[in-house]
Structures are given as C-alpha cells and as structure tokens.
C-alpha cells in the first residue's frame, strides 16, 4: 500500500507541473503546437531524450535482455546512438530550418510544399496515425505490466483476478492504463508543447535518476557487483540450464543452490564450448527448452527461447532507429527549439543518456535469468526484480515512479502530435486558415486529443498481452521505411512527388507484409535472421529512386526554396 | 539545400561516421562472456565505449561540420508561409 501512495503522490505531482505550465502558456496555437521556437538546449535535450525512450526502453531492454542476454545493448541502444545523433544532425537541423523559416508546424506541411502535393498529406496522415498507435499503446501496456507486480497484496479481496498468481491484489493493468492516461491528457491539454517539454524534461530527469538508483539497490540486493556476475544462468557440461542461486526474501540475502536448480535444457547451438557459459552474456545464439507454470490451470507447459543474437539481425538491426528521422512527435520536438545551436546539446549527450539508461537496465536483464523463473513475462522482469531484491515499499514506490515517467513523458509528445495533425494537416488544411480562430484551432485540437486518449486506451486494453519490446519494434520498422521520403527531400533534387508516393507505398505493402507474416506483432525475422526493417526500407528506396527518375523533376521554384544556396 | 563545398573536416567526420557503423558489428567478442572489473561482460563494455565514442563523434562534427550557414537561413526575415 506505501508503495501504491508513493506512486499516486508522483501523479499528484505531474498534474501540479500542467496547472503551472498551463500558467506560462501564451494562449496562440504556435505556442500550443511549438512552444514559439523557445526551448532552450537543456529542455530539448531532455525532451527529445525523454520522447525516445520510452517503457521500451527500460521494461522492454531489461526484458529482452532477460531473453536474449547483453546483446541487446549493442542491437538497439550503441547503435541508436550513433544514428540517433546522426539524424539530428543531418535532418533535424534542416528540418527546423525550414519549419522555422516557412513556418511548418507538422511533417506533412514540409512535405507537402516540398512534393508540391496536396494528396500526399491524406497518404502519410492514416499512415502516420496509424504508425504512432502502437507506440502509444507500448506506453499503456508497459504501465500496467509495470504498476501490478508492484502493488502485488495491497488489495486481496477487490482485484481477485491477477495476470499471475503471485500478483493478487495488485493494481490490474487496465485500472493503471486509465490514470496513466489521464494524468498525461490533463497536463498535454492544459500546457501543449510548452507543458509537454517542461513534463517531458522532469520525468527525464526523474527516470534517470531513479534508473540509477534502483540499478545500486539491485546490486546491493544480489551481494555486490562481482556477485552479480556470477548470477546469471549458466550452462552445464550435460546441457541443462541451472540457476546456481537464488534470493532468499526473509534473510534479504542471495543464497547459493545445492544443487543448482535446473530451470531448461540446451537444445541447439553453433558454439561446441558451451560448459559453464553464460548465455546471457554472450550475443552467440543458443536455443534452449524451458518450462513454466499455465497461470489458470498450474500445469507446466514447456516452450523454446532463442539466447543471443544471430549475426543478420545484429547487422541489419541498424536499419530500426533510423526510424526517429520520420517520427512526427521528433519533428514537432524539433519545431520547439530556440535556434540551430540548442540542437548541440542533444547531439553530444544523446549517446550518453542512452548509455546511462540502458547500460544499467541490461544488465539487470541479463542478472534476473539466475534468480527469477524463466517464464515470467520479459516485461514484467524489472519490476519483479525490484519488488525481489529491494523490498523497502517507499523505494519501490520511488523506482515504479521512475519508470512511469520515462512511459509518460513519450505518450504525452505523441498525443499532443497526434492532435497538432489532424488539427493542422485535416481540418485547417481543408478550411482554410483564416476560418478558426486561434483559440478554436487549439480547442479542436484539444477536442481531437481526447478522442486519441480514449482510442489508445480501449486498443491498449485489447492487445493488453502484447510483447512490448516486440510491438516497439513493429512501430519503428514502419517508420525507419518511410525514412528514404525525409532524407530524399532533403538531399534529392531529383525527388519527385510521384516517387515518393511509390515510396511510401512500397514500404506500406512490404511492411503490411511482414507484418501479416509475423501473426500480427510478434518477434519475425526473414532467412538467416534479417530484420523486416531492412528490407522494407530497400524496396521504399529502390521505388523512390526508380520513379522520382522516370518522372518530371519538382519545379524551379520548389528547388529554389529547398535547395538554396549558402554561404 | 546546397551545403557549402565539402572541406577536410567535413570529409573527416564523414570517414569516422562510416568506421563506427564498421566498428559496431564487433563479431570478435560474439562468444567471449568473460568479464570486465568483475562485473560488465566484455561485449557489454565495448559497447558502452562506443556509445562514448559516439559523443566524441559528436563533438567533432560540432567544431568541423557545424552547419552554421542553416541558422543564418532561418533567421532570414522573410514571409512565413502557412500550407
């Protein structure tokens, strides 16, 4: 129950921060959907920073590393260091540039004068919404999955119906998914862009922080750090997989087994030196048996699971984070900085931030395969590994907090982006601009917001079973498709409106495709392990380079406002 | 937009860009568990070296490929267009 007051405190707190925000906020639509071009380099940093990584990056990195091992970090968080900062470099530098100059507000905006298409804002708006969707739901599924091990015994006899057994009486997913989106609704509606940032820059600066601490509690409670490299499941010279400790709850402290408690069994590997490994902390893929408990009937079912990482998908990984160069929530993030040079910031300590968030949360991960049953759900790992090894409800309280505002503070760019375009690339696009005041342009705004909330919600409750990690991925393979159209507008003189169209049909078809093909979200890889992104991401640039050359060049004035010359 | 013409700094960062993306697929550690301080996998800690690096990089596209030519364009007073 502390730990649960604890949490609602932190909530109270949010809300305080959109009434204060909503005091600074200057009451124009430039200032709701940009913040005026005002944010300086710190709050960019974090914002951008805190947009990025989401319950994807803390319940999902630790999860998948949970299945995976240490090869996580390389696959999606060095890597997106490197592109991330690449991209705002190359991209969002310009795309400010313009946005600034021209006063875009949206993606869709830019692309529409750039394209001189009218009809290619009604192609990518569904496909945008609908790209955004996922990650949104990410954020409603990885709170509740998050909030109910947590809160595990605080009310036994009102939520009888746990996700598993062990979490009786915790708070169930949907009940947490409600307040989640309320409380970001409430502060998105009241202060904007402006709120969004300054909320976005808190919960950054809260997520690390407790990321950090509970990163030191976790070690303390595995006995120190050279203890909690001999934690993770190791291989035995018969095959099986054993967990050589365990965590003894009364004593707070980590006992050896004897015997080593057999948790699977190799069932194929490339590697023949596999005796006494640790699969975790290898990336060489070993595919093994497990067993874990049917959570209405008791019974053990067995299921596989590859450990490691194939070299195809390590390699061809790096096609997913280019996916921030087309994400809308990025570009309006972008729009809000104060000049050019705010984006240095962001540039130098992006990696760093990743490294600091993520380093940790692996591994924990890759530490949680000697102590907790294989077959928990990998999202639920991290908290199950702060409500076993830390135990004290107000620190719990404390870390759960951290890792809700990390889920927060992407929901609430993505719900505010969601209204700036339909707001601004739908209905004042149709209108006209003088139709709406500036006070109606933010009440349809505002009005759209709320329909996106409770849309996300109820689909959020559907797919309330989905692999976070996997989901994300899904998100950001579309959206890594469509990066050919942004960096060919651009860099392309040569781009035309008819080959960007192919563009982004070729990466809907293909991504539609894989997606199909992987039961509608679930972890899918093509031949030797090549990632979908990789592929769909070929065929959109092969239509985008092949049709834009078989069709009339943009016009004269269109290359002269896009590709003027500096000095 | 037309950059101004390429100069050696700009080429530098360029080569360095490419030499990290080659320098990511680090298959000589693929099976090596062993441990860095006691604690961080060996591939682990390659990993966050490079993310350091990558603030480096950073740092020198920063002082030699600044595109300070773009904040000069921006700031351009001229009509802003609403689409």
């Known amino acids: ?567 | 937009m037309d950059s101004p013409k390429p100069n050696s700094g700009r080429s530098l960062v360029w080569l360095l860009f490419v030499a990290m993306f080659l320098a990511h697929q680090d298959f000589w550690w693929w099976d090596d568990s062993s441990l860095v301080f006691g604690f961080l996998p060996i591939g682990l800690a390659y990993h966050a070296l490079f993310s350091i690096g990558c603030t480096l990089l950073g740092w020198l596209a920063i002082s030699k490929a600044w595109p300070s030519e773009l904040e000069a364009f921006a700031d351009e007073q001229e009509e802003a267009e609403s689409s």
């Open chain 1, 1 to 567: 129950m502390t730990t649960l007051i604890v949490i609602i405190g932190y909530l109270c707190l949010l809300l305080a921060l959109g009434f204060f925000s909503n005091r600074l906020f200057r009451g124009t639509s430039k200032d709701y959907f940009v913040a005026s071009h005002s944010i300086g380099p710190f709050l960019l940093l974090m914002s951008v920073f805190g947009t990025t990584m989401t319950a994807f990056a803390l319940v999902g990195s630790t999860g998948k590393s949970f299945e995976r091992g240490i090869g996580t970090y390389g696959l999606m968080a060095s890597i997106s260091g490197l592109v991330h900062a690449g991209i705002f470099f190359l991209i969002g530098i310009r795309l400010w540039a313009f946005g600034k100059k021209y006063g875009y507000i949206t993606q869709i905006q830019f692309f529409r004068a750039r394209f001189e298409s009218d009809g290619l804002g009604y192609l990518l708006f569904p496909i945008l919404v609908l790209l955004v969707v996922p990650y949104l739901l990410i954020g409603i599924i990885g709170a509740g999955k998050v909030i109910e091990p947590v809160t595990a015994g605080a009310f036994p006899e009102l939520f009888t119906n746990p996700s598993a057994p062990p979490w009786l009486g915790g708070v169930p997913p949907w009940l947490t998914g409600l307040i989640v989106s309320i409380v970001v609704l409430s502060y998105v509606f009241m202060g904007g862009s402006r709120g969004a940032a300054y909320a976005n820059t808190f919960q950054t600066i809260v997520f690390m922080i407790m990321g950090l601490v509970a990163f030191v509690f976790i070690i303390k409670g595995l006995g120190g750090l050279d203890q909690a490299g001999r934690v993770p499941a190791r291989i035995t010279e018969k095959g099986t997989i054993v967990q050589d400790f365990r965590y003894d709850k009364k004593e707070s402290q980590l006992k050896a087994n004897d015997p080593p408690k057999v948790v699977g069994k190799v069932k194929h590997s490339e590697s023949s030196e596999l005796t006494d490994h640790q699969p975790h902390f290898s990336r060489t893929p070993v595919t093994a048996e497990f067993k874990k408990k049917n959570p209405k009937t008791g019974e053990l079912i067995s299921f596989e699971r590859e450990l490691g990482i194939p070299f195809w998908t390590f390699v061809t990984y790096l096609f997913i984070p280019l996916s921030v160069g087309m994400f809308p929530h990025l570009f309006q993030h972008w729009l809000t900085a104060k000049s050019a040079k705010a984006f240095r910031l962001t540039v130098l300590a992006h990696p760093l931030c990743i490294m600091i968030v993520w380093v940790p949360c692996v591994l924990v991960g890759a530490w949680a395969s000697g102590v907790l049953p294989p077959g928990i759900p990998p999202p639920a790992v991290l908290s199950a590994m702060l409500n076993l090894l830390v135990g004290d409800p107000v620190l719990t309280g404390l870390l759960t907090a951290g890792v809700l505002a990390a889920i927060m503070s992407s929901l609430d760019s993505q719900f505010l982006c969601l209204g700036t375009i339909f707001t601004n690339d739908i209905v004042l696009h149709r209108a006209g601009p003088k139709k709406y005041s500036d006070k109606q342009t933010i009440t349809i705004a505002r009005i759209f917001i709320v329909v996106i909330v409770s849309l996300t919600y109820a689909l959020a409750m559907v797919a309330k079973d989905a692999n976070v990690f996997d989901l994300a991925i899904w998100c950001f393979s579309g959206f890594s498709a469509l990066f050919p159209v942004v960096f060919a507008a651009l860099y392309w003189k040569r781009a035309t409106k008819q080959g960007v169209i192919a563009s982004i049909l070729g990466a809907s078809v293909t991504w539609v495709y894989f997606f199909y093909l992987s039961g509608y979200g679930g972890e899918y890889f093509v031949g030797p392990g090549i990632v979908p992104a990789a592929i769909c991401f070929f065929v959109a640039s092969v239509a985008l380079v092949v049709v834009s050359l078989m069709t009339d060049p943009p016009s004269r004035e269109t290359l002269k406002k896009f590709f003027p010359k500096l000095s």
